[in-house]
T-cell receptor
Framework: GNSVTQMEGPVTLSEEAFLTINCTYTATGYPSLFWYVQYPGEGLQLLLKATKADDKGSNKGFEATYRKETTSFHLEKGSVQVSDSAVYFCALNDSGGSNYKLTFGKGTLLTVNP | DGGITQSPKYLFRKEGQNVTLSCEQNLNHDAMYWYRQDPGQGLRLIYYSQIVNDFQKGDIAEGYSVSREKKESFPLTVTSAQKNPTAFYLC????????????FGQGTRLTVV
């Protein structure tokens, strides 16, 4: 079956540091890939997505590139802020057919200190 | 404004009681989902529904039940058979299509005492 593996946290950085959160996946076919963010006590929000190989998703300074050859979708940001402190989830959609099941990674807690 | 609404935000129940969590969406999405979130365990799928009057078990369906009588609504009942019901519950909806993202509610924190 499909699966998503993301780096375990927690990750603690100083403001303006470079961020990478690794995400790799296993899937049949050609899934769409997503990063979601969850702030404390809230639901998840879409951060960015990519729907085919070599696509780059970007939003709020975050970027991730869909790499089919390495089955990866790593999240990066050049300069993090305190307000980026949250839990980040990598996810994929099934590749097609009538199955609408989403698959999430376990989440990575990011804390950014001033 | 369109969105997905979960209620209540906090819920307390005594052990042995059934409790129903509400999830309503006005986004005209076909698919709806229920997830459970525990600290350090990410999201685990309880049930999902692709269309009205149809739903499928997820990875941890035991002790839970759902209904999908209307497109807008997907309530989750936590029954007394659920051994450890205290958790944060998230509802989501999504339109059809592989590339579409899910929209999440704000969650319901259930505490069973």
């Amino acid at each position: 079956g499909n699966s998503v593996t993301q780096m375990e946290g927690p990750v603690t950085l100083s403001e303006e540091a470079f961020l990478t959160i690794n995400c790799t996946y296993t899937a049949t076919g050609y899934p769409s890939l997503f990063w979601y963010v969850q702030y404390p006590g809230e639901g998840l929000q879409l951060l960015l997505k990519a729907t085919k190989a070599d696509d780059k998703g970007s939003n709020k300074g975050f970027e991730a590139t869909y790499r089919k050859e390495t089955t990866s979708f790593h999240l990066e940001k050049g300069s993090v802020q305190v307000s980026d402190s949250a839990v980040y989830f990598c996810a994929l959609n099934d590749s097609g057919g009538s199955n609408y099941k989403l698959t999430f990674g376990k989440g990575t807690l990011l804390t950014v200190n001033p | 404004d369109g969105g997905i609404t979960q209620s209540p935000k906090y819920l307390f129940r005594k052990e042995g009681q059934n409790v129903t969590l509400s999830c309503e969406q006005n986004l005209n999405h076909d698919a709806m989902y229920w997830y459970r979130q525990d600290p350090g365990q990410g999201l685990r799928l309880i049930y999902y529904s692709q269309i009205v009057n149809d739903f499928q078990k997820g990875d941890i369906a035991e002790g839970y039940s759902v209904s999908r009588e209307k497109k807008e609504s997907f309530p989750l009942t936590v029954t007394s058979a659920q051994k450890n019901p205290t958790a944060f519950y998230l509802c989501a909806s999504r339109p059809t299509g592989k590339s579409t993202e899910a929209f999440f509610g704000q969650g319901t924190r259930l505490t069973v005492v």
